[in-house]
């Protein structure tokens, strides 16, 4: 009996060691940097190499435990929803001295000399119909559009918690709005900044905070939804798309949830969504076999009781910070986990980056960057060793990024960008070449503190940048071309 005893308390610190007992490889280490952020340093991954899996874990995942302190709201931003505010107000009374006063504000501060604008500068006393007034309103919208994706841009740059801004692209890509739809840009940054907020909190809560964004709201078509007549956009999505996948679902329980996502109200003024129990279907419904009165909080509660959604989103979060493919083993083990832990998806990537699952070797270098993932990192490591030109910008960034395929706050449809090998063809796998010799070429006819001849400094790209082995031979030669060759070539176009 003694024996078992002690046989057990062997086994158990010989698994707590191999957990937790051993600092992780510089593979190892490079491996978890590269899915839970856009970029590192050399300084990232020395630090990460002196921890175990379980700091490393904790710290790659973020320390802070509540939800994320705000900052201010960006002085464009807040411009703007003044005098949103204060247009409608005036659209409404067709009070057009108003309505242009505010306009002329915006036109002399930001747009004389845009070209868009030079058609419409109107005197305080011209009339015009609520159609032209409208249009007016979404130039101004159209012309800030850039401004705000700079914004997210400088945000993934500069953030202290590296993770959570990938989760906010994460959120983004799920919860899609877009704002060639929406066409309201505090709309976008509120619903931005919720998903950051919510990023590693509950996917409960995560779930209910969408299904009250006027953003996606406004995607889906929320507004036209009535009692009477009620819209199944945003109850098909919530199935289909977000919480339980195609085939977990029938048509009935879709046009049951409908109903059960009636009675809300968007106010313009306020831009938020109220539920109004008067405009509310409290009919019965029938959904997944349940009878009940259920409303917008009742249906969330409904679709978390089902398995589906564990396992639906661990296989979407599995596809984007593991691997394409999941196993059948580790599907059921992490979404037991995850459901176990009332969907807490915090605890649910701290299970996956301390599993033995997550540093198999067939899972290294298994991901495709996205466009914004390829950028950043060329860009950190420009930026990192010196060789940064200053025409390589949040401008350029935003530009080439929608180039290759992925314009911030606008995702193609409903379903978001597909990611993966959807990301690299001809035309998008020349762009990238492009942007890396547009920017190595520069810098090479400038002087530079590197000696890029040094065998040292390419063999470190290759330890340091490359989630795998290079295909080329270090040994042979050296130089700016070997260095293009590793930046441009299929390995530092993994993560």
């Given amino acids: 009996m003694k024996q078992k005893n002690l046989f057990k308390i062997v086994i158990f ?15 190892e280490a490079k ?12 300084k990232d991954l020395w630090f990460f190499m002196k921890l175990d899996k379980l700091k490393a874990a904790r710290i790659a995942i973020g320390a802070y435990q509540g939800n994320q302190v705000k900052e201010s709201i960006p002085n464009f931003l807040v411009e703007l929803r003044r005098k949103k505010k204060k247009m409608i107000k005036a659209l409404r009374t067709e009070n057009w001295s108003d309505f242009n006063r505010e306009f002329l504000f915006f036109y002399n501060k930001y ?26 309103m979404r130039k101004i919208q159209r012309f800030f559009y850039p401004w705000l994706k700079k914004w997210w841009i400088k945000k993934m740059l500069y953030s202290k918690e590296p993770f959570r801004e990938v989760l906010t692209l994460f959120w983004h ?28 909190g509950s996917f409960g809560d995560l779930t209910r905070a969408a299904v009250y964004d006027p953003a996606l709201g406004l995607y889906l078509d929320l507004p036209k939804s009535k009692r009477n007549k009620p819209n199944e956009n945003l109850a098909r999505e919530l199935f289909e798309l977000f919480t339980l996948g195609i085939g977990n679902y029938s048509e009935r329980d879709i046009k049951e949830a409908s109903k059960a996502l009636t009675g809300f109200r968007y106010n313009r ?11 509310h279907d409290s009919s019965n419904k029938f959904i997944f076999g349940k009878k009940g009165k259920f409303d917008p909080e009742d249906l969330i509660e409904i679709i978390l009781e089902k398995e589906e959604t564990s396992r639906f989103i661990v296989k979407k979060i599995w596809k984007e910070f593991v691997s ?19 969907y807490d998806i915090r605890k649910l990537f701290l299970s996956i980056f301390t599993s033995d699952s997550f540093y198999e070797m067939k899972n290294r270098g298994a991901l495709i960057k996205s466009p914004i993932h390829f950028i950043l990192s060329y860009y950190s490591f420009l930026k990192e060793n010196e060789i940064k030109p200053e025409s390589f910008d949040v401008n350029v960034i935003m530009r080439m990024s929608k180039k290759m395929g992925m314009e911030l706050f606008n995702p193609p449809n409903v379903r978001g960008w597909t990611g993966h090998t959807s990301w690299i063809n001809t035309n998008t796998l020349l762009l990238r070449k492009s942007l890396i010799r547009r920017f190595w070429k ?36 050296a130089g700016g071309k070997k260095v293009f060759a590793l930046l441009s070539g299929p390995i530092f176009q993994l993560r």
């Fill in 173 to 200: 890509n799920h919860f899609t709005t877009s704002f060639k739809a929406v066409k309201d840009l505090n709309l976008l940054y509120q619903q931005n900044e919720l998903w950051r907020e919510k990023a590693l």
């Fill in 324 to 342: 394409p493919n999941i196993s059948k083993r580790e599907l059921d083990y992490f979404s037991n986990v995850f459901k176990k832990n009332n």
């Fill in 111 to 136: 747009l004389e000399g845009n070209n868009k604008f030079m058609m419409i500068t109107p005197l305080p006393e011209t009339k015009m119909s609520k159609r032209e007034a409208r249009r007016m």
């Fill in 442 to 477: 520069y810098r090479l006819i400038k002087r530079s503190n590197i000696s890029f001849r040094k065998r040292r400094f390419v063999k470190n790209i290759a330890n340091i940048y490359l989630p795998l082995p290079p295909i080329i031979d270090l040994k042979k030669g």
């Fill in 13 to 27: 610190f010989l698994v707590f060691l191999s957990q937790s007992g051993y600092s992780l490889t510089r593979d």
């Fill in 31 to 42: 491996h978890l940097l590269s899915r839970t952020r856009f970029f590192y340093s050399k």
């Fill in 269 to 279: 003024l306020k831009d938020i969504y109220l539920f109004k129990e008067n405009f």
